[in-house]
């Protein structure tokens, strides 16, 4: 079957959305602008809420009011490495891209995952 087919792609991005039916629509309509248009602030939304999701129950309310791209994974929003593994899947899925685990070990702040993500998006799907 030809890649570029619309309606298989369209099928594709139907299916990473439904990752993130159980958040709020203004993240859903921040992935589709990142579909439509590209843009890398939008995808850094979706980034932030996936990762808030997988913050322990118990910790949500210790997560500080503004995070910044120096807010550690581990440290401020207390997710341990298992959550970050899981949040680390849900980001493969939803934005089509690998990330291997020797990747991991250089995420440990917002900053260096939007950073990273942003470089993976830049190299295309499965980049």
Avoid: C, W
């Avoid at 792609?9 to 439509?36: F, G, K, M």
């Avoid at 260096?112 to 993500?117: E, G, H, I, T």
């Amino acid at each position: 079957m030809d890649s570029t087919n619309p309606d298989r792609d369209n099928t594709a991005h139907s299916a990473r959305a439904e990752l993130l039916v159980h958040l709020p629509e203004q993240i859903q309509a921040s992935y589709q602008r990142y579909l439509e248009t590209g843009d890398m602030e939008a995808a850094d939304e979706v980034v932030l809420a996936i990762i808030k999701d997988h913050v322990p129950s118990k910790k949500v309310a210790q997560i500080p009011a503004k995070l910044t791209d120096d807010s550690t994974l581990t440290g401020d929003l207390g997710i341990d490495s298992v959550s970050i593994a899981d949040a680390l899947y849900v980001l493969e899925d939803v934005f089509d891209v690998s990330i291997a685990n020797r990747d991991l070990a250089n995420l440990r702040t917002l900053g260096d995952l939007k950073k990273f993500l942003r470089s993976k998006l830049a190299n295309g799907p499965t980049g």
